[in-house]
């Protein structure tokens, strides 16, 4: 079975400017997380999808936060404007059916640097 | 308010011996616990998970411990191996009114396992 995918691996921008990443799940996985860990820190949840449609985005910052998974399958996350504050690995990760009793598989992530 | 806890942010232990990493919680509507290892530039990975109606649960090295009474839990490695070398992660479900919350995750402890 195939991991968790997400593209870029890394990404410096400046502030202000905007971003996106791209998260591809396990086959099947109907849930899917976005988590920002700052450096120091363990993951935050920012948002969780099922399937296409949003279950929890009550810590994303949504004045410069965004996130979609149209087709219930990929997702992406978008910073715009972005502050150095923002600067952490950004992890997706899927689960079957959001039941976490045997953990979320994540991907490596793609860490951002905001200058 | 950090609902969970992992206290010490890092631990070092001779190859052979027992590693003990610890995490405390706060929150009494947690109903399962997980524990994640992280190696550098990459995402954590599920490890051993606990129901809060259990005081054990033991996979190969890897058992963890709950306490209740004490809001506790332990992941005990024995014997320790230097590929054991990474950063752990505790997490915490909440269970609100029949309704899973998603994962909270403690700082991490970085552990080092010497030759």
């Known amino acids: 079975e195939a991991g968790v995918a997400q593209s870029p691996r890394y990404k410096i921008i400046e502030k202000r400017q905007s971003v996106a990443f791209w998260c591809n799940p396990i086959?099947?996985?109907?849930?899917l997380y976005w988590y920002q860990q700052i450096l120091g820190q363990g993951p935050k949840l920012l948002i969780q999808?099922?399937?296409?449609?949003?279950?929890?985005d009550s810590q994303l910052p949504k004045d410069r936060f965004s996130a979609e998974r149209l087709k219930g399958v990929d997702s992406t996350l978008k910073i715009q404007p972005a502050k150095l504050e923002d600067s952490a690995v950004y992890l997706c990760?899927?689960?079957?059916?959001?039941?976490?009793?045997?953990?979320?598989?994540f991907g490596s992530g793609t860490r951002l640097t905001v200058v | 308010d950090q609902q969970v806890k992992q206290n010490s942010p890092s631990l070092s232990v001779q190859e052979g011996r027992i590693s003990i990493l610890n995490c405390d919680y706060t929150?009494?509507?947690?109903?399962?616990f997980l524990w994640y290892k992280k190696y550098p530039a990459e995402g954590p990975t599920f490890l051993i998970s606990?129901?809060?109606?259990?005081d054990k649960n033991e996979d190969g090295r890897f058992t963890v411990f709950l306490n209740k009474s004490a809001k506790h839990l332990s992941l005990h490695i024995v014997p320790s191996q230097p590929g054991d070398s990474a950063v752990y992660f505790c997490?915490?479900?909440?269970?609100?009114?029949?309704?899973?919350?998603?994962?909270?995750f403690g700082k991490g402890t970085k552990l080092s396992v010497k030759p």
């Open positions: 929150n009494s509507m947690f109903d399962y």
């Open positions: 999808f099922q399937n296409n449609g949003v279950v929890d």
């Open positions: 606990i129901s809060s109606i259990k």
């Open positions: 086959s099947g996985h109907a849930t």
């Open positions: 997490a915490a479900r909440p269970y609100y009114g029949g309704s899973q919350g998603n994962l909270i």
């Open positions: 990760a899927s689960s079957r059916t959001g039941d976490s009793n045997y953990g979320y598989t």
